[in-house]
Structure formats: structure tokens, C-alpha cells
């Protein structure tokens, strides 16, 4: 089994993918991921769409670009259900989704699969496509499938990322 820090460094975004289904067990232990994510007080305000075959996948189309991935989750959340922060009312729901997504995003990965999360879509749209209730918002698309780009370099985040000293705030020692 891979480390985490080594997986996590060698995901990168797969924008162009192969036509090979991905297979049922590995859908599988994506949702398995998705479920056993934490939400905020454990209220999993969260629901998943998934589209994988092609019948499904067209109804985004002019939607969402999925970059022809054969696989596609919504990740979507109602904000009614979801924690709400006393003090200032702040709801979760954006935070459950997307923790929800980082998982399976991650598995994904685990699994020797590409993906790409995507928020550039219409939500309107892609509500109309999956007749999403009123209060269920789709927050982030994940299209996964088997890459077929060369892989990233693991390295590349020295440039493409900021420092660790740029991203800790230093604070005053007292
Ligand atoms: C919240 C979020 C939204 C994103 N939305 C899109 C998108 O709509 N379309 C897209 O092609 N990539 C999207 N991405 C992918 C990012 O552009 C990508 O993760 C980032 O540039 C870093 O590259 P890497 O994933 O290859 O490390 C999104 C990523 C995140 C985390």
C-alpha cells in the first residue's frame, strides 16, 4: 500500500481519458470512501449522483465539461440538513460535499484511477438532468476514469504550489 503524502503528491488532474469502463468493485469502494468521510456532527447532509453509463453521462453534456470521462459523481449536499455554527449561522454543506469528494477523489487515486474535479458547470442544468429536489445542491463533479495522459511529476509542486512558509501563518511569538 502506497503512503499517503507519495499518493497524494502523485494525484493530479486527468483531463483526458480512455474509453475502458472502470469496473463495478471499483465504483464500489469509491461510494465506500464517500460514505465513511466525516461531516460536520455527523449530520451527512450529503447525497452522490452517478453517472456511468453513456445514456447518463449525456444528460450533462452542455452542463458540465467531463472530459469524456466514462465515470462521473456529483457530489451534491442540502444546506438544510447540514450543521449550521451558532455564532454566525455558518452552514457546512459546501464543506460535507467537498470532504465527501476529497475521498473519493483520493480512492480514486489509490486505485490507479485519473480524475478530475470539476466546480465550472451549470447548476441549473444539472439539477434539471438528475431531477434534483429543491433543496439538493450539486456542489462538485468528479469525472474519473483510466488516464490517458502521462502522469504528473510527483515533484512538480515545488513550482506549482506556494512554500510551506508562505502557506503557515507565522504568528508573533508572544
Ligand atoms: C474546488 C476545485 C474546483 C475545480 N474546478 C475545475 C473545473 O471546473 N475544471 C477543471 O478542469 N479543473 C478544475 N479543478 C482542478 C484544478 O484546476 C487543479 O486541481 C489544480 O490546477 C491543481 O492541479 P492538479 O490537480 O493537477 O494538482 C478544480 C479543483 C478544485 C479543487
Known amino acids: 500500500m502506497m503512503e499517503f503524502l507519495e499518493l497524494a503528491k502523485q494525484r493530479h488532474s486527468v483531463r483526458k481519458f480512455s474509453p475502458r469502463p472502470v469496473e463495478r468493485h471499483k465504483i464500489e469502494q469509491i461510494i465506500e470512501a464517500a460514505r465513511v468521510a466525516p461531516t460536520a456532527a455527523n449530520r451527512q447532509p450529503v447525497r452522490i449522483v452517478v453517472a456511468e453509463t453513456e445514456e447518463q453521462r449525456a444528460k450533462l453534456s452542455g452542463a458540465a465539461d467531463t472530459y469524456g470521462a466514462p465515470l462521473v ?5 442540502n444546506e438544510t440538513q447540514a450543521w449550521h455554527r451558532p455564532l454566525d449561522g455558518k452552514g457546512t454543506s459546501d464543506i460535507d460535499a467537498s470532504i465527501i469528494t476529497d475521498h473519493m477523489m483520493m480512492e480514486a487515486t489509490d486505485l490507479g484511477l485519473g480524475s478530475v474535479w470539476i466546480c465550472w458547470f451549470d447548476p441549473a442544468k444539472v439539477r434539471e438532468a438528475f431531477s ?14 483510466y488516464s490517458d495522459q502521462s502522469p504528473a511529476n510527483p515533484n512538480r509542486h515545488a513550482e506549482q504550489r506556494i512554500s510551506a512558509e508562505e502557506l503557515v501563518i507565522a504568528l508573533p511569538l508572544s
Open 73 to 77: 459523481f456529483v457530489a451534491c449536499a
Open 132 to 145: 434534483l429536489p429543491a433543496d439538493l445542491e450539486p456542489v462538485n463533479i468528479l469525472a474519473v476514469g
